[in-house]
């Protein structure tokens, strides 16, 4: 049984991600949003840890150090090398409208509220507020993906979105240690993918501004 | 036990499809192949001739574990369908007979001999299912082989389009065939016809059903204004496929509608009553004008299906006005008259196609513009469409006139419905047949006169020869048909009484013990109609005359030239041309219904190229129904074409923005 307390610390680590989530909106800079990140993810591994502990899935602590181990280490350092080797480090980025990107945000997270503590009805507080809170994390990152124009911040999108899948999938009980394993390779193998198609975009348009892959696209209307 | 061996027919005629694909480059495929399926169609006739005039002989329903996992197939034969599959039979083995012959100057065999036995087999197919998935897995096999057999010929002008055209309403049909079982099968998904037999749908869904089968049926029968593709598919393909589709598939559609409306879904409404006898006047009125200004024989024939198949709905449309009156006899009547339709029709329309193939064959000309005179060069032909010509604009003996009659005999019941519509509504309708029956018979007037009579009028009717013996046997045997069941209609009545008795609750009085072979479809003190006796005083008047003129008249005659009969010229060119008979029809319904638009040309003065006239028809329900849809159908595909040509981000926005409208319909729909 869950104790008070145990709720009380699951409750404030998955709100924290949705917070962090609201950080990751509003960084300008490239080095900002990949700390964020880092941050974020450190945040998963902190829940997952939790729900180990209450859980009592020893699993589940595996889980937690892949996330902290690739996330919030790996995955992070290698975007500061690919940020300076690009040559973007100093790059603001234009966040279009942080003001509105920021309304839409509570906007969505009012709307998987309202989605999910209906549906849910039957099934145990914890993981309803779990559920609520990831639905929140998914639909956050999608904005993001939608609201940058870097290739690197769509990226992070991604990932963030692949937290929240986590958050989701560890507060309901038991998700196999292998299902996490495949998601996390899955990660790893598109950073290394997306990395190498950004060099190859940078080498053959000098920018990662996506906007101006489309003017190369093959069939135009 | 008859359900069995049909469904071994079924397996042999597409077993010999499948020898057909393989053995087509041999030169005796061709033979092999029609003689194989005219022996099977010959078998299958025989067994379903004789479960229907016994019917206690049919049993159960036989099931089969192919098909959806949870269903499997059924298979059953009443004796509605043993009547269908014996008209189907009868133009199946005709058609092999035929193409005996004809089949031999195909130029691309490959074409058309592996999907000739599957469409037979399609066709029998459909009408031994016994539930919906079976149905209309049966019903779409037809469609798509023949719609190979009409893009037999691709390459030839037009055709392609047709074959688009048919593949597309084809699917349209089908698709509204799918929803009318959907709904039928309810909720509970029954879809064995049996169990739609238990629970019929409430008033307003079968109110749609009959909507729907009347588009998926109709679409394939060609109820106007849903014909536009039968008169350009029919014709684009070989002859004898065109006699099948024409004279037989049709027929298949006309069960469908039969099936659903009569069979599963449960007693009528009386408004529908109303609607579809309407649509079937509509129909008869506007495909005989069509045929009428055709100068394409094939064409001609193809719409004058379009008309027929208007006759046999006003028939089938009063058999429902009466049942829902619940007057059993008059429902029966009219019933019995669109079932003799359905099998007469197929009988003549049959032989006209295997005359048109025939002059087609020994010509290589369908246009009638170019034709003439054969009647000379191919006097067997000639003869054999002489009488599917009679048969088919109604008169007597012949078989069309028994059916019409009796159609016109439910017409004239229509005073006794209570319903103030249908006592309006149905003499209408019986005025717009009346009017197509006599535009029949000027239409083929048409097909014969240009075809067959005055002067040829080009040099390769000039030379034509008449068609090879098995094709002229399989007319002969067709003409034969139509006079048989002209003059012995009774024993075709009774024999029709099981299918009458299931589908209506009622049947005719038997007609075999009445004296002199006389029908008499209600009571003695209406009306009757004697085809023997009238074919004898036919016969005697006609012999009678022809021996007075040739005795006395012909001997009179000296010849001279005085005035060359109106042919000082002896061009061809002079003679009345198929356009200059058609036009007094043209002039009068021209504007309004084929938006006709004529036009001289005349040349400059001193030029002495000779003046044109220029005369241009329009399809109306093309014109009003089918342009704008398809322009409307070009113009969101245009819209939705943007979508194509997205950046990542517009993507990904167009998703997520699908995901977050998805959400809020869950939020607000809680």
Known sequence: MITPLAFDVAHLFAGSLVLVSFMLLYQDRMTGLVNTFALHALVVSFSVAWQAYIQQAPHLYITAAIALGIKAIVIPVVLHRMIVRLGIHRTIEPVVGVGLTMLAGIGLIALSIMVMLPITAQAGTLAREDLAFALSVILLGLLMMISRRNAVSQVIGFMSIENGLILAATGAKGMPLVVEISVAFSILVALIVIGIFLFRIRERFETVDIHLLHEHRGEQP | ?670
């Open chain 2, 1 to 670: 036990m008859t359900a069995e061996l049909l469904l071994w027919c079924v397996a042999a005629l597409l077993a010999t499809g499948a020898a057909g694909l393989l053995l087509h480059r041999r030169p005796m495929a061709s033979a092999a192949v029609y003689a194989a399926s005219l022996a099977i169609t010959a078998a299958a006739l025989t067994i379903s001739a004789r479960a229907l005039l016994s019917p206690a002989s049919l049993n159960g329903v036989i099931s089969l574990p192919l098909g959806l996992p949870w269903l499997g197939t059924h298979f059953k034969v009443d004796a509605l369908s043993a009547f269908f599959l014996l008209v189907i039979n009868v133009g199946g083995a005709m058609a092999s007979l035929f193409a005996l012959g004809y089949g031999r100057h195909e130029e691309t065999p490959g074409r058309v001999l592996p999907f000739f036995p599957a469409f037979l087999a399609g066709m029998n197919a459909v009408l031994l299912a016994a539930d919906a998935f079976t149905f209309l897995f049966a019903w779409e096999f037809m469609s798509l082989s023949s719609w190979a057999l009409v893009m037999a010929h691709h390459r030839r002008a037009g055709n392609a389009a047709a074959g688009y055209l048919y593949l597309l309403m084809a699917s349209f049909g089908t698709l509204a065939l799918l929803l009318a079982f959907g709904l039928l099968a309810g909720p509970s998904g029954a879809y064995d016809f049996a169990a739609i037999r238990q629970m019929p749908p409430a008033a307003a869904v079968s109110a749609v059903v009959l909507v729907l089968a009347l588009i998926g049926a109709g679409s394939k029968a060609g109820l106007v204004p849903l014909h536009v593709w039968l008169p350009l598919a029919h014709p684009a393909a070989p002859t004898h496929v065109s006699a099948l589709m024409s004279g037989v598939m049709t027929k298949v559609a006309v069960y469908g509608f039969v099936r659903i409306v009569f069979d599963l879904l449960g007693p009528p409404t009386w408004w529908w009553g109303a609607v579809v006898p309407f649509i079937g006047g509509i129909t008869a009125v506007m495909g005989v004008l069509y045929a009428l200004l055709q100068n394409d024989l094939k064409r001609l024939l193809a719409y004058s299906t379009v008309e027929n198949i208007g006759i046999i709905f006003v028939g089938l449309g009063l058999a429902l006005a009466f049942e829902a009156n619940e007057m059993q006899a008059a429902a029966a009547l009219a019933f019995t008259a669109a079932l003799l339709h359905v099998f007469n029709h197929s009988l003549f329309k049959s032989l006209l196609f295997f005359g048109a193939g025939a002059v087609l064959s020994s010509t290589g000309e369908r246009d009638m513009d170019r034709l003439g005179g054969l009647i000379h060069r191919m006097p067997r032909t000639a003869f054999a469409f002489l009488i599917g010509s009679a048969a088919i604009s109604a008169l007597p003996p012949f078989n069309g006139f028994v059916s019409e009659w009796l159609t016109f005999q439910a017409i004239l019941l229509s005073p006794t419905l209570p319903q103030w519509l249908l006592k309006f509504l149905v003499p209408a309708v019986g005025a717009l047949l009346a009017l197509a029956a006599a535009l029949a018979g000027a239409c083929f007037v048409k097909a014969f006169g240009f075809t067959f009579l005055g002067r040829p009028r080009s040099d390769i009717a000039r030379e034509a020869a008449d068609t090879d013996r098995w094709s002229i046997a399989g007319m002969f045997i067709l003409a034969a048909l139509c006079l048989v069941a002209g003059i012995l209609p009774g024993y075709f009545i009774d024999a029709l009484g099981p299918v009458i008795e299931a589908m209506t609750g009622a049947s005719l009085p038997r007609q075999e013990q009445l004296d002199w072979l006389t029908i008499v479809p209600i009571a003695q003190s209406r009306s009757s109609y004697n085809g023997l006796l009238v074919f004898f005083f036919i016969v005697l008047s006609a012999s009678l005359a022809a021996e007075a003129i040739h005795r006395w008249a012909s001997a009179a005659v000296r010849r001279s030239a005085p005035w060359d009969c109106g042919f000082p010229d002896s061009s061809p060119a002079t003679q009345y041309s198929p356009g200059s008979f058609s036009q007094p029809i043209r002039r009068v319904f021209g504007s309004v219904l084929f938006r006709a638009h004529e036009e001289v040309q005349m040349p400059p003065p001193g030029d002495a190229s000779p003046a044109r006239l220029q005369v241009r028809l329009r399809d109306l329900p093309w014109d009003v129904i089918y342009a704008p849809m398809a322009r409307a159908v070009a113009y969101c595909a245009e819209r939705v074409n943007a979508l194509q040509f997205l950046t990542i981000r517009g993507y990904l926005t167009l998703v997520f923005s699908a995901l977050v409208v998805l959400l809020m319909v869950l939020a607000i729909w809680q």
